[in-house]
């Protein structure tokens, strides 16, 4: 192989056994990727109106990203024993300490402001850490357990 030869990609493994999802998004990729987390979420257990409220929270967090966070991101989805991870990063300009100390419902006319108070709705807990180079949010959701087949829920 010499230099002007086309790189072979490489493939690698996840670190952590339990990632499902680990991507980079921009705005052409919200919609691929909340159909990926969907199906992920939905292998990992999740069924019914938790399915629909994490799916929600995380495509909150995304276009949240897009839109405030430098119009990319980073998304990754794991679950550890009974909980479903979710973890956006984005390197814009961080949010202001009075925004994210404020956990009041907006108000029914306003157009923007819902993502984050949505995330911290619907979902279990919410972790957020932002500093003037980029904001990570991680969200957890429970999931079930299992009834093996055949026996009463």
Same mark, same amino acid.
């Given at each position: 192989?010499?230099?002007?030869?086309?790189?072979?990609?490489?493939?690698?493994?996840?670190?952590?056994?339990?990632?499902?999802?680990?991507?980079?998004?921009?705005?052409?990729? /919200?919609?691929?990727?909340?159909?990926? /987390?969907?199906?992920?979420?939905?292998?990992?257990?999740?069924?019914?109106?938790?399915?629909?409220?994490?799916?929600?929270? /995380?495509?909150?967090?995304?276009?949240?990203?897009?839109?405030?966070?430098?119009?990319?991101?980073?998304?990754?989805?794991?679950?550890?024993?009974?909980?479903?991870?979710?973890?956006?990063?984005?390197?814009?300009?961080?949010?202001?300490?009075?925004?994210?100390?404020?956990?009041?419902?907006?108000?029914?006319?306003?157009?923007?402001?819902?993502?984050?108070?949505?995330?911290?709705?619907?979902?279990?807990?919410?972790?957020?850490?932002?500093?003037?180079?980029?904001?990570? /949010?991680?969200i957890t959701t429970a999931v079930p357990a299992q009834t093996p087949a055949g026996q009463p829920d």
């Amino acid at each position: 192989m010499t230099n002007a030869d086309p790189r072979v990609p490489r493939t690698v493994g996840p670190i952590e056994p339990a990632l499902l999802i680990a991507e980079a998004f921009d705005r052409g990729r /919200v919609t691929e990727l909340r159909h990926s /987390v969907t199906s992920c979420a939905q292998a990992a257990g999740l069924r019914d109106q938790r399915l629909d409220d994490f799916v929600l929270a /995380v495509n909150e967090l995304i276009t949240n990203a897009v839109r405030h966070g430098g119009g990319q991101g980073s998304l990754r989805l794991w679950q550890h024993g009974g909980t479903l991870t979710c973890e956006v990063a984005d390197q814009g300009i961080g949010i202001s300490t009075q925004r994210l100390d404020d956990r009041s419902r907006p108000a029914p006319d306003t157009a923007g402001g819902w993502g984050l108070w949505l995330a911290r709705e619907l979902s279990d807990t919410i972790e957020i850490v932002s500093a003037e180079t980029g904001t990570i /949010v991680r969200i957890t959701t429970a999931v079930p357990a299992q009834t093996p087949a055949g026996q009463p829920d």
